[in-house]
């Protein structure tokens, strides 16, 4: 299995300001994700992260509010934009091999104000 | 686009007890995978177990095991002997290599363990 870290663990921010959340897997993978989990509510996924290329958004997510970059096979980024109270959420990032294989990191808890 | 269902919000068991989760899901595709993943308070999400449609044979891990129903697109999860440490949200999620692999979550169940 990988081992995944994410940094921040937390924060909070100021409304109008970006965050930009770390991905950091232990081995290289082929897959990685982002998710958002909104409080009291299950996890939506952001994008899947591309490395080398842009990631692939869903369906109301874009990638000016949600930059995501991907220099390797083991990091990537994921950047919360012009943030606003909404934006409140634990955002995990995802990584994996194979379908059947995917491990989270610990989450990010962001609270805008 | 595939769906996952959980019906129940909450439930509870007591300890050393059994208690069964459930969890439907629709789609047209014959290849995927469906998972059980347990979040704490931690938010730390662990995968607790994993189903390949294609197998027949229901997946076990030590205390927890699942009824896979394909026709019918169901997939329980049994938690035997249940411990306070089982107490979490718990999610069903699918996902297929068709589909790129992207996880598509239920909206989670709350398991409380009384001791």
């Known amino acids: 299995s990988a081992v995944i870290s994410q940094k921040p663990s937390r924060d909070i921010c100021q409304r109008g300001t970006s965050l930009t959340i770390q991905c950091q897997v232990d081995?290289?993978?082929?897959?990685m994700f982002w998710y958002r989990q909104q409080p009291g509510q299950s996890l939506t996924l952001i994008a899947t992260?591309?490395?080398?290329?842009?990631?692939?958004?869903e369906s109301g997510f874009v990638i000016d509010k949600f930059p995501i970059s991907r220099p390797n096979l083991t990091f990537s980024t994921l950047t919360v934009s012009n943030m606003s109270p909404e934006d409140s959420s634990i955002y995990l990032c995802?990584?994996?091999?194979?379908?059947?294989?995917?491990?989270f990191g610990p989450g990010t808890r962001l609270t805008v104000t | 686009a595939q769906t996952v269902t959980q019906s129940q919000p909450e439930m509870s068991v007591q300890e050393a007890e059994t208690v069964t989760l459930s969890c439907t899901y629709d789609?047209?595709?014959?290849?995927?995978?469906l998972f059980w993943y347990k979040q704490p308070p931690s938010r730390q999400m662990i995968l607790v177990i994993r189903?390949?449609?294609?197998?027949?044979q229901n997946a076990t891990e030590n205390r927890f095991s699942v009824n896979f129903q394909k026709a019918a697109k169901s997939f329980s999860l049994k938690i035997s002997d249940s411990q306070l440490g089982d107490a979490a949200m718990y999610f069903c999620?699918?996902?297929?290599?068709?589909?790129?692999?992207?996880?598509?979550f239920g909206e989670g169940t709350q398991l409380t363990v009384n001791p």
């Open positions: 992260a591309n490395q080398g290329s842009e990631a692939t958004y």
């Open positions: 789609t047209s595709e014959s290849d995927y995978y």
């Open positions: 081995s290289q993978v082929t897959m």
């Open positions: 999620a699918y996902n297929s290599e068709t589909s790129g692999s992207r996880l598509t």
């Open positions: 995802s990584a994996g091999l194979a379908a059947y294989e995917q491990y």
């Open positions: 189903q390949e449609a294609y197998k027949q």
